[in-house]
């Protein structure tokens, strides 16, 4: 029951990724842009032009450009089917690589955010249902609000001042170690991780004394949204009939605390979910501000270079990932609440 | 006094409270009463007249943003009111139990019903887990559930409504309560099984000296099983009698009101509305129907309505009775034809229904209406009264603007509902009123024939009571035909000319309603008349010596029994019923019965006809 409901999932999952493929592919060759003047410059000769263009293979027919990306014309070199994003049209070297290098940072930076933002946001939303209109209720009011009014990079560069210039207890925003430092041999990606693999915790904390200023920056925004969830679900249930009735049964207060919880959580495991999938390619304002080359900023970078291979590439891997991400919180929806069938 | 005679239960200004400050309206205001041991009190109001909230109070509890703002809830001596939530905490549960409405509501969504049920036990018993699941396991079975072992691992979705209604009558029962607040505890539930839970109760309270305070909203079950009737008005106890006083001579307007039928039916008074001349030509008959409907992915079929025959003259009102899913409402639709018949045939005055083509049978139903169960879903919310009786206007006649308009308000005077309403939304108003609506709607095009499918289900006593009086009156007035559907057989008695009784899907007996009601020959029809709780204190089921009951479950409707189809549950089945299938036979008094035993004269009358009502 439950494998099939997976595979099938994931069959549909594969055939979204075709088809979006397949879209990107079309949508952005319809972007007002010359990637090959992009490429040779300004006032290039034709012939110059010309070469370029075949280097990009851009002369071909387009069908045939998306064949041979799709890897069904692989005497022509490897494509989606043999596992290749291609050549990136700027640097040269294949896009796997590049995204594999960028990829890890933005993943260790928000998956490490949403487990603090979680574990902070849960209790304080539990506390604002347990007494609505109480005081913590108020601030939490107030700092949502406040946190989610004013934009990600804001509030990045506010900690900079406060933590590194003023304070000094956080470090400068210049990337994911300090220059001096060599990174761990590179494993997952992940810094923190490789530190811990390559046996040095030494690295392993001043990995995470640089995330921590980008972290809590995260966390500071993200925290609000959730906890408004939290909150809004718990009073919700708390209300609910079988709450009171737990009540009437004379059932201890943790007791009834718990029946809430569960059903507040169900819902709340969706919206941070969503929001993870949606920060994969959102934090990039946060990576700009501390340097950390993340998958945002090389998205980004690809976009402003109109380099074809790489757009795909972002495109198909943070889509593929956010299915795989939706999948996973159907499952833990259905384990929460049983009235979810598979 | 001695200990045993002081008061379980002493409620002294109890006030419940919405809102704060000026804008605080309070549903219960300075609510007094007592109950002592071995007691079953019945409290009874309009609805809205906050019942629910008072039996919550009980429990010193208040659905959120309500509170308790005052008074005294005195159990056994010690007022909840004043006690920590450690000590109250005790005491709910243990000590008092309750089971509220809309069970589904109340049981936890996320935990199987039989992890809810030893949570409760837990609660307040030295129990491990394996301990609440096995009590789980005895409760369900003890409310009558079939196969406990399975059903303690369902979750509440995966219940029917009558089935979580029982679960939650079980969690409230797991610690032995002495006290049982119970809120309309049957109203999900089948006749025969809510006279089952109630002589259960009753019984309980008289053997162990517990007491229960009962909401209920139909008069049956409390001259049946209370001992004392309280009626709540305005946040507070407007009568509190002992309940043969409550029905012989009501005090309070209100509860005259309420009883003013049963009183008029005991004293012969006009039963129905107006007589039937006899041998006049019937203006509906149907002959023979037959209603299948298919299941999917099955060759296999519902066998919902099997070889009926129904005949209703001119002004002339017949009762359909029978437990849920006995094929009533089937047969009300298929004679409208909202639901195309699987076969028979369907005559309306001169003319065959089935036959006629799709423009002529519009035509036909502005003379054949029908009127639905749930008011709240049969009127379009978005739509102003003026809109929704202008639309059978629109459709069936040729009247003006104006005329229509006039025509709005004087059906709107018909059904007793002030014409400066028309601009209004259904939203807000009261079921009964919604269902004076639905009436007003059907009668708009002068029809002869109305199918009136449990239009009274819903309905708090005091509608019940103008409902019938309107029915009564429009049929008086207007010569209306009626197929009356009910389960409710205290209503059919008062409206009724004549009864037919359905059991899956076939009539097992037809008559007058004085045959039927007062000498019922089927063995079904006995069994559902001596479950059935009649308003009248000097017939308690719980004085009868013999409750007949049926046994066992009603077959699937998908694979019928061969023979009678009552043969598994009959009391009186002989051998030879298994086998042969039953025929509707006509008795000399009139009257049609499908059981070979009773038209053969076997089935002698001494077999338990006497209690019968």
């Not at chain 1, 980008?214 to 959730?226: E, H, K, M, Q, R």
């Not at chain 2, 006290?179 to 109630?198: H, K, M, N, R």
């Not at chain 2, 009274?456 to 005091?462: C, D, G, H, I, Q």
């Not at chain 2, 076939?506 to 069994?527: L, M, R, T």
Request: proline share 6%; charged share 20%; aromatic share 6%.
């Amino acid at each position: 029951m439950l494998v099939r409901y997976i595979a099938t999932r994931l069959v549909i999952g594969v055939a979204q990724l075709v088809g979006l493929v397949i879209a990107v592919f079309f949508l952005i060759r319809l972007l007002p842009a010359d990637p090959v003047s992009r490429l040779v410059g300004l006032n290039p000769s034709a012939e110059a032009y010309a070469q370029a263009e075949r280097q990009l293979g851009l002369d071909r027919p387009i069908l045939t450009q998306l064949l041979h990306y799709l890897g069904l014309a692989p005497e022509e070199g490897p494509g989606l089917l043999q596992g290749s994003l291609g050549i990136s049209w700027v640097t040269g070297s294949p896009i796997v690589e590049e995204i594999g290098r960028h990829l890890p940072v933005t993943i260790e930076l928000i998956t490490l955010s949403f487990l603090i933002a979680f574990v902070l946001a849960v209790p304080i939303g539990m506390l604002g249902a347990l007494k609505p209109g109480g005081k913590a209720d108020r601030g939490v009011f107030i700092y949502s609000l406040f946190a989610g009014s004013q934009p990600e990079f804001w509030w990045g560069l506010l900690f900079v001042y406060l933590f590194f210039f003023t304070l000094g207890v956080a470090p400068p925003p210049l990337g994911s170690l300090s220059p001096l430092t060599s990174p761990p041999p590179e494993i997952t990606g992940m810094i923190t991780v490789d530190a811990l693999l390559a046996g040095r915790p030494d690295t392993f904390v001043e990995a995470l004394h640089h995330l921590m200023l980008p972290v809590a920056t995260l966390v500071f925004i993200l925290s609000g949204p959730i906890i408004k969830m939290v909150r809004q679900n718990m009073v919700r249930a708390l209300r609910s009939d079988f709450v009171l009735y737990a009540h009437c049964a004379g059932l201890p207060r943790w007791q009834v605390a718990r029946y809430a919880l569960r059903a507040a959580m169900a819902p709340s495991i969706t919206l941070i979910g969503i929001l993870y999938g949606f920060m994969l390619g959102g934090a990039v304002l946060v990576e700009s501000v501390f340097s950390l080359s993340g998958i945002g900023q090389y998205s980004v970078r690809a976009v402003l270079s109109f380099d074809y291979p790489a757009i795909q590439g972002v495109v198909l891997i943070i889509t593929g990932i956010s299915l795989l991400i939706y999948l996973a919180l159907d499952l833990i929806h259905a384990v929460i609440d049983p009235r979810v069938a598979y | 006094m001695t200990a045993a005679e002081a008061p379980m239960l002493e409620v002294r200004d109890l006030s419940v409270a919405y809102g704060v400050g000026r804008d605080a309206v309070r549903p219960i205001d300075g609510l007094s009463f007592t109950l002592r041991q071995r007691e079953i009190v019945g409290l009874i109001g309009e609805a809205g007249s906050g019942k629910s909230t008072a039996a919550l109070a009980l429990m010193g509890l208040a659905r959120p943003p309500g509170h308790i703002v005052g008074g005294q809830v005195a159990f056994e001596g010690r007022d909840l009111l004043a006690m920590d939530d450690e000590a109250l905490r005790r005491i709910r549960g243990r000590d008092i139990g309750i089971i509220v409405q809309n069970p589904r509501g109340a049981l936890n969504p996320m935990l199987k019903v039989g992890r809810q049920i030893g949570n409760a036990y837990r609660a307040h018993n030295k129990a491990n887990r394996g301990d609440g699941k096995r009590r789980a396991i005895d409760m369900l079975r003890m409310v009558g559930i079939n196969d406990p072992e399975r059903r303690v691992d369902a979750y509440a979705h995966e219940l029917s409504g009558g089935m979580a209604q029982r679960a939650l009558i079980a969690m409230a029962l797991s610690s032995m309560p002495k006290l049982l607040i119970a809120d309309e505890p049957t109203s999900g539930l089948d006749v025969t099984i809510q006279a089952q839970f109630l002589d259960q109760m009753w019984q309980t309270v008289q053997e162990t000296g517990s007491a229960m305070f009962l909401v209920a909203q139909e008069l049956g079950i409390l001259a049946n099983y209370c001992d004392r009737v309280l009626v709540l008005q305005n946040g507070h106890i407007a009568e509190d009698a002992p309940v043969r006083q409550f029905f012989a001579a009501p005090q309070q307007p209100y509860s005259r009101e309420i009883l003013r039928l049963e009183q008029d039916t005991a004293e012969g008074g006009i039963a129905s509305g107006g007589t039937v001349k006899a041998g006049a030509e019937p203006l509906v008959r149907i002959t023979g129907l037959v209603k299948n409907f298919p299941i999917k992915g099955s060759s296999k079929v519902v066998q919902a309505v099997h070889d009926v025959d129904l005949a209703i003259a001119p002004g002339e009102t017949l009762g359909l009775v029978g437990e849920s899913g006995s094929g009533k409402t089937t047969v009300g639709r298929c004679l409208v034809h909202l639901t195309e018949p699987t076969g028979g045939e369907i005559r309306f005055g001169d003319r065959n229904l089935s036959g006629l083509p799709a423009t002529a049978l519009r035509q036909m139903r502005a003379k054949l209406q029908i009127v639905f169960q749930d008011p709240y879903d049969s009127l379009n919310p978005r739509w102003t009264i003026r809109r929704i009786l202008r639309e059978p206007l629109d459709l069936h006649t040729e009247l003006s603007r104006g005329e229509k308009d006039s025509r709005s308000r004087e059906l709107l005077e018909m059904v007793g509902v002030d014409p400066g309403l028309i601009d209004r939304r259904p939203q807000g108003l009261g079921a009964g009123m919604l269902q004076r609506l639905n009436i007003a709607r059907a009668i708009a095009t002068n029809p002869s024939f109305i199918v009136l499918d449990e239009p009274t289900s819903v309905l708090s006593p005091r509608a019940v009571v103008g409902l019938v009086d309107l029915l009564r009156r429009l049929q008086r007035n207007l010569g209306l035909s009626y197929l009356f559907i009910s389960h409710d057989l205290t209503t059919v008695r008062y409206l009724c000319h004549r009864v037919a009784v359905m059991y899956l899907g076939q009539i097992v007996e037809k008559g007058s309603v004085d045959q039927v009601f007062n000498d019922p020959k089927h063995p079904y029809s006995k069994a559902l008349l001596a479950a059935h709780l009649f308003p009248d204190p000097g017939q308690r089921r719980v004085d009868r010596q013999d409750r007949r009951e049926l046994e066992g479950e009603i077959p699937s409707p998908i694979d019928l029994p061969k023979g009678c189809y009552l043969a598994s549950r009959c009391p009186s089945a002989k051998p030879e019923c298994q086998a042969r299938p039953q025929e509707l036979t006509i008795l000399p008094d009139g009257r049609s019965i499908r059981c070979w035993r009773v038209a053969t004269g076997d089935l002698a009358d001494q077999e338990g006809l006497q209690h019968a009502v």
